[in-house]
């Protein structure tokens, strides 16, 4: 019996560690200013890889609506410029941020441009969609989306292709926003 209960501990303290281990990430923002999810502790999070020059670059507009509609509400869009697709994000940090400010009036928060897939896979995508990660695969493209819960666990994943405004999308954050 005590062997159970000393399995049952072990175990709850290494997923408590593993839950919370997202939100610790080291991350810079556009700025290059040292962040990390810690930083949106207690909201609801839409992790986006984006890119200035693909033929999804207008989901800044959705995303941008998404952020204004339930920003007050708890929740943030997170944009993570990624180049890793075609060379559609092959700006600076300063010309992206310029660009989603003046092209698409973008308010939420930007992110160092980093890589989602490959040998310099950042440590944040490792693990959203690594082997351990919590949906294992690559980004498919530009515009991959995570659901990311109030307690920093990674709550869905939505293709490229899936809008922000699909219902899907906006359903899932109503009842991330929702959940105690």
């Not at 159970?4 to 556009?30: E, G, W, Y």
């Not at 659901?147 to 009842?175: H, M, Y």
């Amino acid at each position: 019996m005590k062997t159970f209960f000393l399995s049952l501990l072990v175990a709850t303290s290494i997923a408590t560690a593993a839950d919370t281990s997202i939100q610790t990430i080291p991350l810079k923002d556009i700025d290059g200013k040292d962040t990390s999810l810690k930083a949106y502790e207690g909201k609801v999070l839409l992790v986006v890889n984006v890119a200035s020059r693909c033929g999804l670059t207008k989901q800044y507009k959705e995303l941008q609506a998404l952020h204004e509609k339930f920003k007050d509400q708890g929740f943030a869009v997170l944009g993570f410029p990624c180049n890793d697709f075609g060379a559609q994000e092959p700006g600076t940090n300063d010309e992206i941020k310029v660009f989603c400010t003046e092209k698409y009036s973008v308010s939420f928060p930007m992110f160092d441009k980093l890589h989602v897939k490959g040998a310099e896979q950042h440590p944040l995508y490792s693990a959203l969609t690594g082997k351990e990660g919590a949906f294992p695969g690559d980004v498919k493209w530009n515009f991959g989306k995570f659901l990311i819960g109030k307690d920093g666990k990674p709550l869905q994943r939505f293709e490229p292709k899936t809008t922000p405004d699909d219902t899907s999308v906006v359903s899932a954050i109503e009842k991330a926003i929702a959940a105690k």
